[in-house]
């Protein structure tokens, strides 16, 4: 497997994190890959710096979110787009370098909170 830098990713979870308003996380912190050869069934994932590995190299916590490239690439935008919000969900609000796992929040499925974000970003857009 290979893993790439992925500055289309960082960009686009830049901007998602600025439209919803995200602010506790901290885009500078959030490293984003592509990733070439996976087996897996999985189309993003996140992955965690836990706190001992923080301690031990003293440094903060970060997050990088990998994007499976022979299956991503080939959605479309608002897809895409869905997946990164559903990744950045996973990232606690005191980006402490832990993940959430998929749960209700505010009475919510995870997929529909995905879903209600996704709708906010294109209720925010300019119409033609």
């Excluded at 830098?5 to 912190?29: C, M, Q, S, T």
């Excluded at 984003?32 to 897996?40: A, D, L, P």
């Excluded at 836990?50 to 299956?71: D, F, G, H, M």
């Excluded at 080939?74 to 996973?90: A, D, P, V």
Aim: proline content about 5%; some cysteine.
């Amino acid at each position: 497997m290979q893993w790439i830098n992925a500055p289309d990713i960082d960009k686009e979870i830049r901007v998602i994190i600025f439209e919803l308003g995200l602010g506790y996380l901290d885009p500078e912190r959030i490293f984003c890959f592509r990733s070439y050869g996976s087996s897996s069934r999985a189309l993003a994932r996140i992955w965690s710096l836990p706190r001992i590995w923080q301690q031990a190299l003293s440094i903060t916590p970060a997050y990088c979110v990998e994007i499976l490239s022979e299956k991503f690439d080939k959605m479309n935008t608002e897809n895409k787009k869905r997946i990164l919000i559903h990744e950045l969900l996973h990232i606690p609000k005191n980006f402490s370098g832990t993940l959430l796992p998929h749960r209700k929040s505010r009475g919510l499925s995870y997929n529909k909170r995905v879903e209600l974000l996704f709708r906010q970003i294109l209720n925010s857009k300019p119409r033609c």
